[in-house]
């Protein structure tokens, strides 16, 4: 899953596809290196991130989604408001990525337009999340205990798992060695038969380690995803595509001569 953010603010490509011909460009150039999904977000996320309308959201996705081909790549959008969800829904996206854990308001929508869901775990609004990672009695089973109850959700409303994927929200209300941990112990997160995915792509976790800037957080980003597909996870979201794709296809072509 290839990363375009259409702000001003993301941690990592904030101002570099605010304008819809960059951001198609960029998308276009993801595809092409091998990202089978795209993940279009127009509201920053990172720790401290104020929220901005569903007005504005929309205007910033819309261009950008009516212009892409439907049947090329699978299309996600990374929004928490329902208004956003519904627009994007209705105008051809694949999947809704949604750092909040989904609504049941999105779960009806998803009974009518068959879409995929990517479902994350965050313990409070991105403004405040880095001021909650002490609020966990236990990290791994608190984050289970929140998906399970969106199981239930989704098994009321007959969603099938096959088009779920849970994301434990490496990085989002949880400090660095939480973060570790959750990687550490990324295997617990596979629940029934929903799938899984990791977002560990250049986020700060990495410069707990070595002191890195963003753009040279690339090395340690694969670490985890190569770590990670041991471990069985699905999907990778990741802000360098090319790296992380050559990556995965070397190491299988290596482990299958075992």
């Known amino acids: 899953m290839g990363i375009c953010n259409v702000t001003k603010d993301s941690f990592s490509d904030g101002g570099k596809n ?32 104020d929220p901005i309308s569903y007005n504005e959201e929309i205007k910033r996705i819309s261009p950008i989604l009516k212009a892409l081909p439907k049947d090329k790549f699978v299309i996600s959008i990374d929004s928490n408001k329902i208004e956003t969800q519904e627009f994007a829904l209705k105008n051809g996206a694949h999947i809704i990525n949604d750092i909040f854990g989904g609504s049941e308001e999105l779960f009806i929508l998803t009974k009518k337009y068959n879409n995929g869901l990517i479902l994350m775990h965050t313990p409070a609004p991105p403004k405040i999340m880095q001021k909650k990672v002490h609020s966990y009695k236990d990290l791994i089973s608190d984050i289970k205990k929140f998906f399970a109850k969106k199981i239930k959700i989704l098994n009321k409303y007959k969603i099938s798992q096959k088009k779920v994927w849970f994301d434990p929200g490496i990085g989002f209300g949880k400090n660095f060695a939480q973060s570790i941990k959750i990687l550490n112990q990324i295997e617990k997160f596979q629940l029934e038969n929903f799938g899984l995915l990791v977002g560990s ?29 041991n471990k069985g996870v699905n999907i990778f979201r990741v802000h360098d595509v090319h790296e992380t794709k050559q990556a995965i296809d070397v190491y299988k072509r290596i482990a299958c001569l075992k």
């Open 201 to 229: 792509s250049r986020k700060s976790w990495i410069s707990k380690i070595d002191k890195s800037s963003v753009e040279n957080r690339i090395g340690g980003s694969i670490a985890s995803v190569i770590y990670c597909l």
């Open 18 to 49: 605010i304008k819809a011909k960059d951001a198609l460009k960029n998308i276009k150039f993801m595809v092409r290196a091998g990202a089978s999904i795209i993940d279009i977000g127009a509201e920053s996320t990172r720790p401290g991130s």
